[in-house]
Nanobody, 129 residues
Framework: VQLVESGGGSAQPGGSLTLSCAVS??????????TAWFRQALGKERELVAA????????NYAESAKGRFTISRDNNENTVSLQMSSLKPEDTAVYFC?????????????????????WGQGTQVTVSS
Protein backbone atom coordinates (compact mmCIF):
# COMPACT_ATOMS: atom_id res chain seq x y z
CA VAL A 1 0.00 0.00 0.00
CA GLN A 2 1.43 3.33 -1.01
CA LEU A 3 0.40 6.97 -1.14
CA VAL A 4 2.55 9.28 -3.24
CA GLU A 5 2.01 13.03 -3.19
CA SER A 6 3.02 15.40 -5.93
CA GLY A 7 2.39 18.96 -7.02
CA GLY A 8 3.82 20.92 -4.15
CA GLY A 9 5.93 23.98 -4.70
CA SER A 10 5.89 27.73 -4.32
CA ALA A 11 3.18 30.23 -5.05
CA GLN A 12 2.52 33.87 -4.43
CA PRO A 13 -0.31 35.02 -2.21
CA GLY A 14 -3.52 34.78 -4.18
CA GLY A 15 -2.08 32.11 -6.42
CA SER A 16 -3.05 28.50 -7.01
CA LEU A 17 -1.53 25.05 -6.70
CA THR A 18 -2.90 21.57 -7.23
CA LEU A 19 -1.70 18.62 -5.18
CA SER A 20 -2.19 15.03 -6.23
CA CYS A 21 -2.13 11.82 -4.20
CA ALA A 22 -1.66 8.58 -6.12
CA VAL A 23 -3.00 5.58 -4.23
CA SER A 24 -1.84 2.08 -4.98
CA UNK A 25 -2.34 -1.30 -3.39
CA UNK A 26 -5.80 -0.62 -1.97
CA UNK A 27 -9.15 -2.06 -3.04
CA UNK A 28 -11.80 0.57 -2.46
CA UNK A 29 -14.74 -1.58 -3.44
CA UNK A 30 -15.39 -2.65 0.14
CA UNK A 31 -15.39 -0.70 3.35
CA UNK A 32 -15.54 3.03 3.96
CA UNK A 33 -12.23 4.26 2.66
CA UNK A 34 -11.38 7.91 3.04
CA THR A 35 -8.43 9.79 1.62
CA ALA A 36 -7.59 13.09 3.23
CA TRP A 37 -5.13 15.92 2.98
CA PHE A 38 -3.53 17.13 6.15
CA ARG A 39 -0.89 19.79 6.61
CA GLN A 40 1.73 20.53 9.18
CA ALA A 41 3.35 23.92 9.48
CA LEU A 42 6.68 24.32 11.20
CA GLY A 43 6.25 23.97 14.93
CA LYS A 44 2.55 23.18 14.71
CA GLU A 45 0.34 20.12 14.94
CA ARG A 46 -0.77 18.26 11.86
CA GLU A 47 -4.27 19.39 10.90
CA LEU A 48 -6.99 18.31 8.51
CA VAL A 49 -7.39 20.28 5.30
CA ALA A 50 -9.94 18.23 3.36
CA ALA A 51 -11.17 14.66 3.07
CA UNK A 52 -13.20 12.62 0.60
CA UNK A 53 -14.83 9.21 0.68
CA UNK A 54 -14.01 6.86 -2.20
CA UNK A 55 -17.56 5.52 -2.24
CA UNK A 56 -20.23 8.17 -2.44
CA UNK A 57 -17.84 11.12 -2.58
CA UNK A 58 -18.82 12.65 0.77
CA UNK A 59 -16.43 15.51 1.60
CA ASN A 60 -15.28 17.37 4.64
CA TYR A 61 -13.31 20.62 4.68
CA ALA A 62 -11.54 22.49 7.41
CA GLU A 63 -12.89 25.99 7.93
CA SER A 64 -9.64 27.43 6.61
CA ALA A 65 -10.10 25.52 3.34
CA LYS A 66 -13.77 26.19 2.66
CA GLY A 67 -14.34 28.32 -0.41
CA ARG A 68 -10.69 28.17 -1.46
CA PHE A 69 -9.77 24.50 -1.73
CA THR A 70 -11.50 21.68 -3.58
CA ILE A 71 -10.85 18.00 -3.03
CA SER A 72 -11.75 15.50 -5.73
CA ARG A 73 -11.08 11.89 -6.62
CA ASP A 74 -10.59 9.93 -9.79
CA ASN A 75 -11.76 6.38 -9.16
CA ASN A 76 -10.29 5.12 -12.42
CA GLU A 77 -6.84 6.55 -11.79
CA ASN A 78 -6.96 6.04 -7.99
CA THR A 79 -5.89 9.60 -7.36
CA VAL A 80 -7.12 12.30 -5.02
CA SER A 81 -6.45 15.92 -5.90
CA LEU A 82 -6.51 19.08 -3.84
CA GLN A 83 -7.02 22.23 -5.85
CA MET A 84 -5.90 25.22 -3.83
CA SER A 85 -6.66 28.79 -4.83
CA SER A 86 -6.48 32.19 -3.18
CA LEU A 87 -3.45 30.92 -1.33
CA LYS A 88 -2.27 32.71 1.79
CA PRO A 89 1.10 32.73 3.52
CA GLU A 90 -0.52 30.80 6.37
CA ASP A 91 -1.14 27.92 3.96
CA THR A 92 2.60 27.28 3.99
CA ALA A 93 3.16 23.78 5.32
CA VAL A 94 4.07 20.24 4.44
CA TYR A 95 0.96 18.64 3.00
CA PHE A 96 0.38 14.95 3.66
CA CYS A 97 -2.01 12.52 2.06
CA UNK A 98 -3.54 9.97 4.40
CA UNK A 99 -5.97 7.07 4.03
CA UNK A 100 -8.07 4.96 6.36
CA UNK A 101 -10.98 2.55 6.33
CA UNK A 102 -13.57 4.23 8.55
CA UNK A 103 -16.38 2.51 10.43
CA UNK A 104 -18.91 4.42 8.35
CA UNK A 105 -18.97 7.35 5.97
CA UNK A 106 -20.30 9.78 8.57
CA UNK A 107 -17.04 9.42 10.47
CA UNK A 108 -15.45 11.65 7.83
CA UNK A 109 -16.83 14.60 9.80
CA UNK A 110 -14.62 13.85 12.79
CA UNK A 111 -11.43 12.43 11.36
CA UNK A 112 -8.13 13.45 12.83
CA UNK A 113 -4.53 12.63 11.97
CA UNK A 114 -4.85 9.73 14.41
CA UNK A 115 -7.67 8.31 12.25
CA UNK A 116 -5.31 7.69 9.35
CA UNK A 117 -3.56 4.36 9.02
CA UNK A 118 -1.58 5.05 5.86
CA TRP A 119 0.48 8.15 5.04
CA GLY A 120 2.39 9.54 2.13
CA GLN A 121 5.77 11.18 2.47
CA GLY A 122 4.48 14.74 2.24
CA THR A 123 5.01 17.62 -0.16
CA GLN A 124 6.05 21.17 0.70
CA VAL A 125 3.82 24.10 -0.16
CA THR A 126 5.28 27.58 0.32
CA VAL A 127 3.24 30.72 -0.16
CA SER A 128 5.21 33.94 -0.11
CA SER A 129 5.76 37.09 -2.09
Amino acid sequence: VQLVESGGGSAQPGGSLTLSCAVSGLAFGNGHWVTAWFRQALGKERELVAAIMWRGGRRNYAESAKGRFTISRDNNENTVSLQMSSLKPEDTAVYFCGAADLRDSMEIRTITPQSMTIWGQGTQVTVSS
